[in-house]
């Protein structure tokens, strides 16, 4: 098959890449405009395989992605580009509406007008799949059961509003234009290559440092952890073998509170690279004010997706995140530079709300 990865570049985009190039039977072509979060540092493993290829490009430029897809005869997009730091779009807003809703219609525009302009077995093999997040759905009571693929949308955040404005635009033009569309939502992935300003990454690099570590109100909200390589793997079985038409919830079963992640960071660090002053990674713990509309939960039922296409994770959270601490541990060259050239203030506080630094 040949794939065109959007946002290849990022976090789990590049995954993405790394995943499907391996397979010599595939081509992965990588479009990525290379914002902040985008990394080609991220795909050094794969760079110079003959089965892969990367173009800066933005999703925005319908008539750039028109040719692409033309000129390296594609059968699936796999769209992955988006801005997706929930503080970000607290912040800044317009960046998300651009991106994840502008640059998904372009996209889409252009995929329709490819997707027509072919016959026989490309059409009949061509699929247009989008990736997004739980998020779309909102907040999960602590007592409650799990986001299904019926569960209705209630984003909370300008970030998920945002994806879940695209993820209609690409049902409405699987129903309209018929194009041959798959969907999957997932949860919160962690691991390698994931950019410093997120919970996981953000943690181990500031204990790393000696600096605090924050955790946003009581610590008590509940997120879904979902090891990127098995992310990988399963949207590769969506891209290829979902149903038209049909969205799948890729979850890792694994629910933790932040304040427990956090703590199990501090752990293993304590365990992997104990501090000068002999004392845990946990003093550095450093409760902050909350995020303004904080989610309480998100949890996945992944079920779908193990009953009709036969995938489920593979690494329990507490291997992966051992795993992932240790990548950080080793590969210094690949975050040192971005820790350099990124601030530490936090984002996404309103007016009126106590500073502080969190990912």
Not at 19 to 29: D, G, K, M, Q, S
Not at 185 to 204: A, D, M, Q, W
Request: aromatic share 10%; with cysteine; glycine share 10%.
């Amino acid at each position: 098959m040949r794939f065109l990865v959007t946002g290849g570049a990022g976090f789990i985009g590049s995954a993405v890449c790394r995943h499907l190039a391996v397979n010599p039977e595939h081509f992965v072509l990588n479009v990525d405009k290379l914002t902040y979060a985008g990394n080609l540092a991220s795909l050094k493993s794969i760079q110079d395989f003959p089965n892969y290829c990367f173009v800066k490009a933005d999703i925005r430029d319908g008539e750039r992605i028109s040719a692409l897809l033309r000129r390296y005869d594609i059968n699936i997009v796999m769209h992955l580009a988006a801005e997706s730091h929930v503080d970000r779009s607290i912040d800044g807003p317009e960046a998300f509406i651009e991106t994840n809703i502008v640059g998904t219609f372009r996209l889409l525009k252009a995929a329709r007008g490819y997707f027509e302009s072919l016959s026989g077995g490309q059409r009949e093999h061509f699929r247009f799949h989008h990736i997004s997040t739980d998020e779309v759905y909102g907040d999960l009571p602590f007592d409650s059961g799990m986001f299904t693929e019926d569960s209705p949308y209630t984003p909370s955040s300008p970030y998920s509003a945002s994806k879940a404005a695209s993820d209609h635009l690409v049902r409405a033009w699987g129903e309209t234009y018929g194009l041959p569309v798959v969907l999957s939502n997932c949860s919160n992935n962690y691991g390698p290559f994931h950019f410093p300003e997120k919970l996981i990454p953000l943690v181990t690099l500031n204990g790393l440092a000696e600096l605090s570590l924050p955790v946003y109100g009581k610590g008590e909200n509940v997120r879904d952890w979902l090891f990127v390589e098995d992310h990988a793997a399963a949207l590769e079985k969506v891209a290829m073998g979902g149903k038209i038409g049909e969205s799948y919830n890729i979850g890792g079963n694994e629910e933790r509170q932040n304040i427990q992640v956090v703590k199990t960071i501090c752990a293993l660090l304590d365990e992997k690279h104990p501090r000068a002053n002999g004392e845990s990674y946990s003093e550095l713990i450093e409760m902050v004010s909350d995020r303004p509309g904080h989610d309480r939960r998100y949890a996945i039922d992944a079920s779908k997706i193990k009953r009709d296409l036969g995938w489920e994770p593979s690494i329990n959270f507490e291997d992966g995140l051992s795993k992932t601490i240790d990548w950080y541990l080793q590969n210094e060259w690949w975050w040192g530079p971005i820790r350099e050239r990124s601030g530490y203030e936090r984002l996404g506080v309103l007016k009126g709300k106590n500073q502080g630094t969190c990912g």
